[in-house]
């Protein structure tokens, strides 16, 4: 079912949140939104058709005066997504778990509201439940969050450099991520990295000449560790910045060595991700990991030798999985006890291998997705940063944890829009903000490997022209 709309302004976020409600095929009837102004007065009108029944629900706003175009815009839609989201709840006898909040970022939400002076601090998680319709649960950790981002610096000057090394050892069924499998690329990885070295001599003159201060490192992908000790210390001995933490994904267990830990050691890695996403071995081999869970032990063990701060992911949801194995999952984490600890809850994109009528326990998901961040605060872990994506399960959202002071700046950085971010090889998408304006824009390199290698120069020069 697609919402028709007066203003197709407004047309993508209303049916962000009739998509919440009702798959595609299971939506019964139609909807049409109107709206009128008049003096400060907005009238929201939405029109239900269910076969050859018609029923009409309307709601008036009082618009706040003085509002500058940008302003209005997203009040209006605020109010338009709130008027919706309470006529979907009685047509579906179903409420969400984030309310009439679409967005990526809930926790950016609440902040915007609070740095605009719409509400005092301390009243985030009431006003997110009484005019937003978040569950009292989501509105606590809204503001949990948000008193544990203590690292955020808003400085114009201040960058983070990002790397992207999409490759994989192989393709999990249920990644959305524009990666390949090194079998495919093996014979391009060089002269990716070549690419790569290029643009990132590019940036380091810009970061120069325009005074750039790099405040966190992030070689992500896909699986950097993928490559070998030799490329990676070829990649890493380049980026020689001063940095308050450096991170290198090391996702896959089956990637990690004692020699590429001492590449990574020896050039200023602080952290790193070893990420089991379960400990159940017949899951990882439904999802298409080759990776033991004895070879994740080894690897978290080996790490803590080299003193690296250390991320783990998990999924709730994966293929097959019940609530009880994924509670045995979270307390092998505890076990383990790392820096940091990712909780991912599955969403089924059209680009991975999984679909939605795959799923079959989502009412589990909910029941492992609360029993993980009520299990792992009672253990002493603080969430520290959020984020929902399109289409995940239950309309849930990922979070990640940290216990003592080890926060992942970086991530805290790109989700809240706080940093500008220098994105470098395929698929990276560098952010600038303009802290001031209150402006973000965006840059993306093309997505596939290939592209990058053939369009290269073209890629330095939007990079050099967008961060000037």
Not at 31 to 57: D, M, P, R
Not at 104 to 117: H, I, S
Not at 164 to 182: A, D, H, K, V
Not at 428 to 445: D, G, H
Request: some cysteine.
């Amino acid at each position: 079912m697609k919402i028709s709309c007066q203003n197709v302004d407004f047309e993508k976020d209303l049916q962000d949140l009739v998509n919440l409600f009702f798959d595609e095929e299971e939506c019964p009837f139609s909807i049409q939104h109107n709206f009128k102004k008049e003096n400060n007065l907005l009238t929201s009108v939405f029109v239900v058709e269910t076969g050859k029944e018609q029923k009409e629900y309307q709601k008036t706003f009082i618009l706040k005066e003085n509002l500058d175009k940008l302003l209005e815009k997203s009040f209006m839609k605020r109010h338009f997504k709130n008027h919706l989201y309470e006529i979907l709840t009685v047509l579906s006898n179903k409420s969400l778990p984030w309310g009439s909040l679409t967005g990526v970022r809930p926790t950016k939400f609440a902040r915007d509201l609070v740095e605009r002076g719409e509400i005092k601090p301390h009243l985030v998680s009431e006003t997110l439940v009484r005019d937003y319709h978040v569950c009292a649960e989501k509105a606590g950790l809204v503001t949990q969050i948000l008193h544990n981002q203590k690292s955020i610096i808003k400085n114009d000057n201040l960058v983070d450099l990002f790397l992207n090394i999409p490759i994989c050892p192989t393709r999990c069924n249920y990644c959305s991520f524009i990666s390949s499998e090194l079998k495919a690329v093996a014979g391009k990885v060089d002269e990716y990295l070549d690419c790569l070295l290029k643009e990132l001599e590019a940036v380091k003159k810009v970061i120069t000449e325009k005074s750039y201060i790099v405040r966190n490192i992030y070689i992500g992908g896909g699986t950097p560790t993928v490559l070998t000790a030799q490329q990676l210390d070829r990649l890493l001995s380049q980026i020689t910045y001063p940095v308050s933490e450096f991170t290198v994904e090391c996702g896959r267990a089956d990637t990690i060595t004692k020699e590429k830990f001492d590449v990574l050691k020896k050039n200023g890695v602080t952290r790193i991700c070893i990420n089991p996403q379960t400990f159940c071995e017949a899951t990882l081999k439904r999802i298409g990991r080759k990776s033991s869970n004895q070879e994740v032990f080894d690897a978290y063990m080996l790490a803590m030798q080299y003193d690296f701060v250390v991320n783990m992911d998990i999924i709730a949801g994966l293929s097959g999985e019940r609530f009880g194995i994924f509670k045995r999952t979270i307390s092998t984490l505890l076990e383990l006890y790392p820096h940091n600890i990712t909780v991912h809850t599955l969403s089924v994109k059209n680009a991975s291998q999984i679909r939605g009528e795959e799923i079959k326990f989502k009412d589990d998901i909910t029941k492992m997705v609360d029993y993980a961040e009520k299990t792992l605060m009672e253990k002493g872990y603080k969430p520290y940063y959020l984020y929902r994506q399109k289409h995940q399960v239950g309309g849930l959202e990922n979070v990640g944890f940290f216990r003592d002071d080890f926060v992942c700046k970086f991530n805290i950085d790109s989700m809240e829009d706080t940093s500008s971010v220098i994105a470098l090889g395929a698929g990276a998408i560098s952010k600038r903000v303009f802290n001031l304006e209150n402006r973000i824009e965006r840059q993306p390199n093309c997505k596939f490997i290939e592209d990058y290698i053939a369009r290269i120069d073209e890629m330095i020069e939007k990079k050099i022209k967008f961060f000037s």
